[in-house]
């Protein structure tokens, strides 16, 4: 059987990791990241049903709460007016309401919500992800991307729970969500930030701040 390369970094040292009665799962032995196979992907339709279950409203403050994790130490890492992109920011945008309530300008980039290309065509002081990057099926190509927006300083502001071991990732009920599709570690995302010349901090348990050089 062909080996499935990583998505993130396309090397093709993959090898099991883990196996439940949902789905296989692969681990990349150059940056770490655990993905699964396409063949478990959703198709779009099915996707798009899936976030059409959330239920994020912008001025719910139990969500302000958790999407303070991230907001608190990126805003106090910003210039007044700083400009900005919430990307993956669903039908609830709410931490981008949060920015533009403290002074930032913001732009909106959603896949199935607020698919504006002309958002992804301009650069940024900051760009922030807030539980979307476990989703993507292109990690490698929708990052890199991102990176590229960014002016230098500017800071890749990440939310997206981590993997620790195989252990715990076996009864981690994050993994059983049908849209995540791939697990980002700190060990994956130091490898990330170092490729870049970037600098790395992680605030909490799933807050990844990535500030690129100036």
Known sequence: MTKLHCPLCAGPDTAPFHTDRRR???RCADCALVFVPPRYYLDRAAERAEYDLHENAVDDPGYRRFLSRLFDPLAARLRPGAEGLDFGCGPGPALAAMLREAGFAVNLYDLFYHPDAAALARDYDFICATEVV???????????RLWRCLRPG??????TKLVRDREAFAGWHYKNDPTHVCFFSRETWRWWARRRGASLVFEGADVILVTRPR
């Open 134 to 144: 476990e989703h993507l099926h292109h990690p490698g190509r929708e990052l890199e």
């Open 154 to 159: 500017g800071v890749l502001g990440i939310m």
């Open 24 to 26: 296989h799962y692969l």
